[in-house]
């Protein structure tokens, strides 16, 4: 037998020991392996909104227009009651809740559609609503609570009594396993009755009010259970966590709200914990199986971050498009000039890329599919596409971007917020966990079969090793199959098929790599983050296009105007990302050819693409929708009833 290694230390050692060890099903997963699990993709339809569905989301819109005023929640750093108010009122705290409990009961996919119009308009209030429906207590309750738990508490939160997740402390961001707010288990006449709860967490949205006031009535807190304080320190390897709904007016619990440079009327700040007694029914899950249950919950409600990047993607795509046919430059819109209009040609293609993710996960997550790898991918590629977007949006606005909407006014502009939208973005590359970690995370679980057979071989016995090499008797043949080294994709067009072959020829070379950097690495493999990295950004961009293959095959979008044509600029670009044009090379790469987006980017300053912009509040001056145009601005450019949109 081999001598024995150990290959993961400290925090890295608990969190193997708190891994959810279900083999992966998913489709990024196989793409690790040279698998292409295209039948998931085969096997989804777009569902029709329901009914109930289709009210809400009117009903939503009409309170978004007249009662949400994004400026003001920025100004005033605060959402007020008179919108809370209306929110519970119209359900919106009961998304997800079934009907049977008093909510609305809509699906994953329709809940994407609502965070998809919330995140076009204001973002504090996108947050107010998916802290609480998303990742706050009813999730968790519905995952792993019991009969009575739901019971008791779902109909309660559907009312509108707001919740949120309380999991970071200031010493343990990622690094959850160095959690030290400890739950101490109470016992009367030998049988536990509950536990008393102390530490500190830190940024709990929804938690805070104002500084010593709730907005929250209920948290989950995961904690460390303990026998005595000091076991908080014991090694990370031994520790135990507990999920916990808390009473926030319970006896020992505070807060405090924090102030941050966007997003200001977000309510998250520090809950303080000193001796909360907790009874025991208010535990989720078995002792010990609180932190990995819990998270579960996080899976599905990461989600909801892509859906609302969606809805501000698509108003960049608005004001771009509204901004480069408005603007007159060197005797022509400055849309027409093909640098301006590659970026408007970007932001169309990343929507049409990112709605068809969004759609696709949503689908997967009410079939029970297997998407742990895929929400975090959603998630990384939702939030950098939405901050590149922003950043060429800020660049095509000029100084204008850089002003508030206030002092445009000044000098008769139109009041845009872009530099409050670019403010507010900012955060979602790290919340919901950080993109790097995401990243690093997408690498360890996708290679998570790399890891425990070549652990196999390196450690184990005659018996076990023989086990363990034909799953790298599969991973070579696919690997090293003839089609992962010729199949480079088409230089041009937007056929399915050739690009179909163009993933599958690249999961092969992901295979290859991945198989190479395992045997090489070993036991250093988990320190090699910039090679993990690479193999991760690979496996995202696959999932990308085929996403979009199949989102473009749908009926509905297949007869839309430039569809075809969006889906082969986005797929050239990732193409350009595996085989990059030398930056000298006499032949342009085709996505970067000056007459080909001179003439898509024409197309969509036109309104031929103007159906990406469905599903959001397009924006107008004082985020109102149906404000006066302002002297000076070119009619319908930008202002536009928002009925379609």
């Not at 579960?296 to 409600?301: A, P, W």
């Not at 193409?575 to 090379?585: A, G, I, N, V």
Request: hydrophobic share 45%; net charge neutral.
């Amino acid at each position: 037998m081999a001598t024995p290694h150990t290959l993961f230390k400290g925090s890295l050692a608990a969190a193997e020991a708190a891994r959810d060890t279900r083999a992966y099903s998913g489709f990024i997963a196989g793409l690790f392996e040279g698998v292409v699990r295209r039948s998931l993709f085969t096997a989804a339809s777009i569902p029709a909104m329901s009914d109930d569905a289709t009210e809400f989301l009117d009903t939503l819109r009409l309170l978004l227009v007249d009662t949400v005023d994004p400026e003001a929640i920025d100004r005033d750093g605060a959402i007020g009651e008179d919108v809370i108010g209306a929110f519970k009122a119209i359900g919106a705290f009961g998304i997800k809740i079934p009907r049977s409990y008093g909510g609305l009961g809509l699906s994953q996919s329709e809940y994407h559609t609502v965070a998809t119009l919330l995140g076009s308009h204001d973002a504090a209030t996108s947050v107010l609503l998916s802290a609480h429906n998303s990742i706050g207590v009813a999730e968790p309750v519905k995952l792993v609570g019991n009969r009575e738990q739901q019971q008791r508490l779902l109909p309660r939160l559907a009312r509108g009594a707001i919740s949120g997740f309380a999991l970071t402390e200031k010493n343990a961001g990622c690094d959850i396993w160095a959690l030290k707010t400890y739950a101490i288990p109470v016992h009367e006449g030998g049988v536990l009755v509950g536990y008393r709860l102390t530490g500190e967490k830190l940024y709990t949205t929804n938690a805070p009010r104002d500084q010593h006031e709730f907005l929250a009535s209920l948290l989950v807190v995961i904690a460390q259970i303990v026998t005595v304080p000091q076991d908080v320190d014991r090694p990370k390897e031994g520790r135990r966590f507990g999920a916990f709904v808390v009473e926030t007016n319970s006896e020992g619990c505070r807060c405090t709200r924090l102030n941050f440079m966007g997003v200001r009327g977000i309510y998250n700040g520090q809950v303080h914990l000193r001796n909360v007694f907790v009874p025991v029914t208010d535990r989720l899950g078995d002792e010990g199986e609180g932190l990995r249950r819990a998270l579960e919950s996080l899976t599905v409600g990461r989600l909801t971050l892509p859906a609302a990047c969606l809805g501000n993607l698509k108003q960049c795509l608005w004001l771009a498009r509204a901004r480069a046919q408005q603007r007159v430059q060197y005797d022509r819109p400055i849309g027409e000039h093909t640098d301006i209009g590659s970026k408007i040609v970007l932001m169309a293609s990343r929507v049409l890329a990112l709605e068809a993710i969004v759609k696709i996960t949503g689908i997967w997550a009410d079939a029970k599919v297997d998407v742990r790898l895929e929400s975090a991918a959603a998630k990384v590629l939702a939030t950098e596409w939405l901050l590149d977007s922003l950043l060429d949006l800020f660049r095509i606005y000029g100084g204008r971007a850089f002003e508030t909407p206030d002092s445009l006014r000044l000098h008769g502009d139109l009041p845009v917020p872009i530099e409050r939208m670019i403010r507010d973005a900012l955060i979602n590359v790290i919340w919901e966990g950080s993109n790097g970690i995401l990243t690093l995370w997408i690498a360890r679980e996708g290679l998570t079969e790399y890891v425990t057979q070549g652990r196999t071989l390196l450690e184990g016995g005659i018996d076990e090793m023989a086990q363990a090499i034909p799953f790298f008797t599969r991973i070579s043949a696919r690997a090293f199959s003839p089609m992962g080294f010729l199949m480079r994709g088409p230089r041009s067009g937007a056929d399915t098929a050739s690009w179909q072959r163009f993933v599958s020829a690249q999961s092969h070379a992901l295979a290859r790599k991945a198989l190479w950097v395992s045997a090489r690495d070993r036991y250093n493999l988990p320190r090699n983050q910039r090679v993990l990295r690479s193999l991760v950004t690979a496996g995202l961009q696959l999932f990308a296009v085929e996403a979009l293959l199949w989102y473009a095959s749908q009926p509905k979008i297949r007869e839309q105007a430039l569809s075809g044509a969006l889906v082969e600029d986005f797929c050239l670009r990732v193409k350009e990302t595996f085989y990059p044009t030398p930056l000298l090379s006499l032949k342009a790469p085709l996505w970067d050819d000056d007459r080909r987006l001179f003439h898509l980017a024409k197309d969509i300053l036109t309104g031929r693409g103007e159906w990406l912009e469905e599903g959001i509040i397009p924006c107008c001056p004082g985020g109102r929708t149906g404000a006066a145009e302002p002297a000076g601005v070119m009619p319908g450019a930008l202002v536009e009833p928002w009925s379609g949109h």
